[in-house]
T-cell receptor
Framework: KAGVTQTPRYLIKTRGQQVTLSCSPI?????VSWYQQTPGQGLQFLFE???????NKGNFPGRFSGRQFSNSRSEMNVSTLELGDSALYLC????????????FGEGSRLTVL | AQSVTQLDSHVSVSEGTPVLLRCNYS??????LFWYVQHPNKGLQLLLK??????LVKGINGFEAEFKKSETSFHLTKPSAHMSDAAEYFC????????FGAGTRLFVKA
């Protein structure tokens, strides 16, 4: 069974630009969650989707958004990039919600210059 | 409110010696608890999970954890550290909202 796939793995953007990151969950998994990981703030929850509906949202500004498609694939978007958005963005999938058993992708490393 | 606290931000051990990574939790109901490991520039991988079936949980790579309700703890242990165990470890509370601990970085000295 293929794991969670995140694309792109690495990207460099400049301040003010926007970025879209993609996540393909494990086949059959309907829950997808996103996390931002930085050396200073650690692992922070962004949002969780289940069956195309946002179920939970972390404490991030509105520049951070996401969506989930009918095939459970998910995208997150960050608009008007700031230097502080440089981070590893991790996606995780799960068969259901609220189980804590998550399957992570390798992440998308975003650098904002 | 539910929470998890990892008591050490860094732990350093010598290869071949035991590993102990500490995690305390707070919950008003019976929790689901997990340990994940993250190697540099990689995603997180599930090491083991507790879901009330047995208090001593065995995971991958020789790790195990014991759920102690009286102490509200879920410490991760391994009898003998290997260089490849050097990584960051996260204690996680699973429920309506998944809650991650701050992480413990494990260093293994040769």
């Amino acid at each position: 069974k293929a794991g969670v796939t995140q694309t792109p793995r690495y990207l460099i953007k400049t301040r003010g630009q926007q970025v879209t990151l993609s996540c393909s969950p494990i086949s059959g998994h309907r829950s997808v969650s996103w996390y931002q990981q930085t050396p200073g703030q650690g692992l922070q929850f962004l949002f969780e989707y289940f069956s195309e509906t946002q179920r939970n949202k972390g404490n991030f500004p509105g520049r951070f958004s996401g969506r989930q498609f009918s095939n459970s694939r998910s995208e997150m978007n960050v608009s008007t990039l700031e230097l502080g958005d440089s981070a590893l963005y991790l996606c995780a999938s799960s068969p259901g919600v609220g189980t804590g058993e998550l399957f992570f992708g390798e992440g998308s490393r975003l650098t904002v210059l | 409110a539910q929470s998890v606290t990892q008591l050490d931000s860094h732990v350093s051990v010598s290869e071949g010696t035991p590993v102990l990574l500490r995690c305390n939790y707070s919950s008003s109901y019976s929790p689901s608890l997990f340990w994940y490991v993250q190697h540099p520039n990689k995603g997180l991988q599930l090491l083991l999970k507790y879901t009330s079936a047995a208090t001593l949980v065995k995971g991958i790579n020789g790790f195990e954890a014991e759920f102690k309700k009286s102490e509200t703890s879920f410490h991760l242990t391994k009898p003998s550290a290997h260089m490849s165990d050097a990584a960051e470890y996260f204690c996680v509370f699973g429920g309506f909202k998944t809650i991650f601990g701050a992480g413990t970085r494990l260093f293994v000295k040769a």
